[in-house]
């Protein structure tokens, strides 16, 4: 686990316990529930303010996906209509901004202790999320919240989408990395595989499936030669994936990694020249 001051400073100037102030209406005890909505992502279910799913969905994806952070379902959550521990407070999370992530692994506790990967921080706060682990009393770092306004969201969103979607043609190809995030979780499918070891050919679609689509969405670019030639890049990698999960006796770890391999092959590179 990395030692606290290997994490990114705590930016200066910044106003926490706003959100009223912000635009956001009332929090605990009033919350505002008709405003909450549920999102899938990351391999995980969280409840956050409307305007913020968008927002929250990207991060928890690109948490996953480009950092290699394992979220757990029982473990990370977002809107709870409460207040601040021990204060009579409204928690940031009665208004759905704030998102705990794994939380028996990042605990609310002296002496800090957390398990996220040090590049996960600098990617929240750039999107307008704070880190409880700056907090100075004590740390909190499973928490990330809001600290900015409504219209401050659709900023956000472009900043995200510029961190984690390295893509420089078209939109479509940018919305294949909701594919790559489940495939990544791997729950079901390995938990498929170690169950039925005489059926590989479902991985094998698996992977085809987005090797397909990352064709049609670099065909969709206009440049038929640069999309012919990723396509038959895709479908090597494809191959290769499929033997080598064969070969690693389907060992979690191992298909992940070579997954996220192929995904960053067939996805993250810029076509041809």
């Known amino acids: 686990m990395p030692p606290r001051d290997a994490y990114m400073k705590r930016p200066h100037g910044v106003s926490l316990d706003r959100a009223q102030q912000n635009g956001w209406g009332p929090g605990w005890p009033n919350c505002q529930k008709s405003k909450i909505v549920e999102l899938s992502a990351g391999g995980v279910k969280v409840s956050v303010r409307r305007e913020l799913a968008e927002l929250v969905g990207l991060l928890l994806t690109a948490t996953v996906v480009l950092h290699r952070y394992r979220l757990k379902a029982h473990a990370t959550g977002g809107y709870n209509c409460r207040s601040i521990r021990n204060k009579n407070t409204p928690s940031n999370h009665s208004w759905g901004l704030a998102v705990d992530l794994n939380w028996n692994d990042n605990p ?25 682990g700056w907090y100075s009393t004590k740390p909190d770092p499973m928490h990330f919240e809001y600290v900015f306004t409504p219209a401050d969201v659709p900023r956000h969103v472009r900043k995200a989408k510029e961190l984690i979607m390295p893509f420089r043609d078209d939109g479509d190809a940018r919305a294949l990395i909701f594919r790559v995030e489940g495939l990544l979780a791997m729950r079901e499918t390995i938990d498929n595989h170690v169950n039925n070891p005489h059926e590989p050919n479902k991985l094998t679609a698996v992977v085809n499936a987005i090797a397909m689509d990352a064709k049609g969405a670099r065909a969709s670019a206009g440049d038929a030669a640069a ?20 070969a690693a006796v389907l060992d979690p770890a191992a298909l992940e990694a070579l997954l996220e391999r192929v995904v960053r092959r067939v996805l993250a590179e810029p076509p041809p020249a």
Request: aromatic share 16%; proline share 7%.
């Open 108 to 132: 609310f506790q002296k002496p800090f202790k957390s398990d996220l990967p040090v590049e996960v921080i600098p990617l929240w706060w750039n999107c307008g999320f704070y880190w409880g």
């Open 227 to 246: 999309a012919a030639r990723l396509a038959a890049e895709s479908a090597r990698a494809a191959q290769t994936a499929a033997e080598a999960a064969q």
